[in-house]
C-alpha cells in the first residue's frame, strides 16, 4: 500500500523504522525496542536476497495491520518474520534460536493454515490422509492460538494489495481463494475490520466493472451525501442531548462489496438503496441504545422490515447491534446502527476483542477463559462446514475431520483431537500410559463422570489419579464401553502382559 510505503521515509529518501514503529501505538518502549531489533533482524536476512524488498514490505504492511486490532507484540513481530519463514529465507530452527520457541509456533500454527489452501486448489474427488491430518493439525494449532488466524488474515490483506498491478489471472486467483476461506472466516470471527477489506478487495478483482460503476456513483455524490448526513448528526445529537442520553453520533463509511450485495439480494437499483446514507450511535451502557432508538423513531418515520435488533437475538458471529432505517429530511433513507462501545468493540476486533495476552508471560501469552475457548471452537468448526455445504471443502475431509472427531480440552486449556466416542480413560491414555493406568476417575467441567461418559466437542477434561497403577481388566470388555481406541486397549493389555510376565 502506497501510504505504508512513503508515510515513513527520511530525509534521506530511506524508510524510517524508529518513525514507523512510533508510528503503530505501541505502549511499551521495551516492546518497541523488541520489534526495532526483528525488523535490524529482518534486514539482516533477506540481505542480497533478490526478493528483499517485497518480503520486508509484506511484513511492514502485516503489522500495520494487526496494530489495529491491538494485538499483542509478540504477534507483531511473528508478522513482520512470517514472511521470510514462509520463503525459507530463514528456516524456523534458526529463528526458534534467533527469537525465541513463542514466537516460532505463531509462525508455524500460520503455516499450517496452508492445509486448507492445498485442499482447495485440489481438483481429485478423495483426498489422502497426509491431507486429512494436516486440516486436523491446522485446526488444532488455530484452535491453540487465535493469533496465528489473524496473522493469516493480515497475510492474505497483505496479498491482495500486492497483486492490485499484477496480471488479471493472478489477481483472480488470489481473490476467489479470499472469497472462498478468508472472508467466510473473517466473518465467522466477528473481525469487521479485516472482513470488509478482504470483500472489497475480492469484488474490485472478481466484479471489475461494477467495482468502479458502484465507486463512481459513491464518488460524485459524495459532497451531497456528506452534507446531508452532517446535518442529520448535528440534528440527533441536539435531540440526544435535550433528553440527557449520552452517546456518540457520526456518519460511517460504506463498503463497496455491502452495497453491490444488498442490490443484489434485494433488486434495488443504487438510488433505491437504504444505507448508501449511514449514521451509528455509539453509546456507554445499553439502556442509552434504546433511549436513542426511541428519539430517533420519534422523530423520523422508520420502516419496520428494515428493522433489526441483533442485541436481543446477536447473529451467529456473536454480532450485536440495533439496525433501523427512517426516513430522513427530503423523504431519503438513512440507516442507523445503534451499539454500546463494547459492542462496537467487538464487531470491529471480533476474537480478537476478547483474547487479551499478556506480554512478557513465558508460555507466549495468558489464554482466555474456556468458555472463550470453546466459542473459538465452535465458530472455527461452523467456518469449515460452511466451505463444505458450499463445496469447497470434500465430504470426505467433513467427515474425517469432523464427523468422526472430537476436540476437548485439558484444565490447562490445551485442545486434544479424538476419535468420536472416546471416553475419559480413552482421553487419560491418549496424556500418557501412567496417566491412564493410575486412573480412578473423571471430571467434566468439575463434574464427575463415569468412565462409560461419551466426550463431547468442547468439554473440559480432568483425569482423577491415584499413587499407583492399578487398571481393571473390565476395561478391555467392548461390551461394557469403557475403552472405545485402539491406542487404549494396546496400552491396558501390554500393561497386563508385563504383569503376567
Known amino acids: 500500500m502506497v501510504a505504508v510505503r512513503s508515510a515513513h521515509i527520511n530525509k534521506a529518501g530511506e524508510f524510517d523504522p524508529k518513525k514507523w514503529i512510533a508510528s503503530l501505538g505501541i505502549s511499551s518502549q521495551q516492546s518497541c525496542e523488541r520489534l526495532a531489533e526483528t525488523w535490524a533482524y529482518c534486514l539482516q536476512q533477506t540481505q ?32 513482520l518474520l512470517f514472511p521470510l519463514a514462509d520463503a525459507n ?29 492445498q485442499l482447495n486448489a485440489t481438483h481429485n474427488d478423495s483426498v489422502s490422509s497426509e491431507q486429512v491430518d494436516n486440516v486436523r493439525r491446522m485446526l488444532l494449532a488455530m484452535v491453540d492460538d487465535f493469533r496465528c488466524v489473524v496473522i493469516k488474515l493480515a497475510e492474505r490483506i497483505a496479498h491482495l494489495r500486492e497483486v492490485k498491478e499484477a496480471p ?18 473473517a466473518n465467522r470471527l466477528g473481525i469487521g475490520q479485516l472482513k470488509w477489506e478482504l ?15 458502484i465507486a463512481k456513483l459513491l464518488h460524485e455524490r459524495r459532497l451531497d451525501r456528506e452534507h446531508y448526513i452532517e446535518e442529520f448528526v448535528g440534528h440527533l445529537r441536539a435531540e440526544m442531548k ?59 418515520r422508520h420502516l419496520p422490515d428494515e428493522f433489526d435488533d441483533y442485541v436481543a437475538n446477536p447473529k451467529p458471529n456473536g454480532y450485536q447491534s440495533i439496525h433501523t432505517v427512517v426516513l430522513g429530511p427530503g423523504g431519503k433513507t438513512v440507516e442507523i446502527q445503534i451499539r454500546t462501545k463494547q459492542m462496537h468493540e467487538d464487531a470491529e476486533l471480533g476474537v480478537a476483542a476478547h483474547w487479551k495476552y499478556k506480554e512478557g508471560a513465558a508460555s507466549g501469552g495468558v489464554r482466555s477463559g474456556h468458555e472463550d475457548r470453546i466459542a473459538w471452537l465452535r465458530k472455527l468448526i461452523a467456518w469449515q462446514e460452511e466451505m463444505a455445504d458450499s463445496g469447497e471443502m470434500l465430504d470426505e475431509v467433513r467427515s474425517q475431520v469432523f464427523d468422526d472427531r472430537v476436540y476437548v480440552f485439558t484444565p490447562k486449556g490445551d485442545v486434544v483431537d479424538l476419535p468420536a466416542g472416546s471416553t475419559p480413560l480413552d482421553f487419560a491414555y491418549h496424556i500418557h500410559s501412567d496417566v491412564g493406568h493410575r486412573c480412578i476417575g473423571a471430571k467434566i467441567g468439575g463434574r464427575i463422570v463415569p468412565f462409560t461418559y461419551q466426550l463431547q466437542m468442547g468439554d473440559q477434561i480432568e483425569i482423577i489419579t ?36
Open 89 to 117: 529465507v530463514v528456516s524456523e530452527d534458526v529463528l526458534r534460536e534467533s527469537v525465541g520457541k513463542s514466537i516460532v509456533t505463531l509462525i508455524h500454527g500460520v503455516r499450517d493454515m496452508a492445509a486448507i489452501r
Open 168 to 185: 488479471e489471472d493472478e489477481r483472480v486467483l488470489a481473490a476467489k481463494e479470499c472469497t472462498n476461506i478468508y472472508a467466510p472466516l
Open 242 to 300: 435535550n433528553e440527557g442520553v449520552q452517546a456518540e453520533v457520526y456518519g460511517r463509511p460504506k463498503h463497496i462489496y455491502s452495497i453491490w450485495r444488498k442490490m443484489q439480494k434485494k433488486h434495488l437499483a443504487f438510488d433505491e438503496l437504504f444505507d448508501v446514507r449511514a449514521v451509528r450511535i455509539v453509546a456507554e451502557r445499553l439502556q442509552d441504545c434504546y433511549a436513542a432508538l426511541g428519539i430517533v423513531h420519534t422523530h423520523y
Open 466 to 501: 491415584q499413587k499407583q497403577p492399578n487398571p481393571s481388566r473390565d476395561w478391555l470388555n467392548p461390551n461394557l464401553g469403557y475403552v472405545t481406541t485402539s491406542r487404549g486397549r494396546s496400552k491396558i493389555h501390554a500393561w497386563f502382559r508385563k504383569q503376567d510376565r
Open 199 to 213: 470483500e472489497d478487495y475480492c469484488f474490485r478483482y472478481l466484479h471489475p466493472a461494477e467495482y468502479k460503476r
Open 48 to 79: 542480497g536476497h533478490p526478493d528483499a524488498d517485497l518480503l520486508l514490505w509484506r511484513g511492514v504492511e502485516m503489522v500495520e495491520i494487526l496494530s489495529t486490532l491491538s494485538m499483542d507484540i509478540d504477534t507483531l513481530r511473528a508478522a
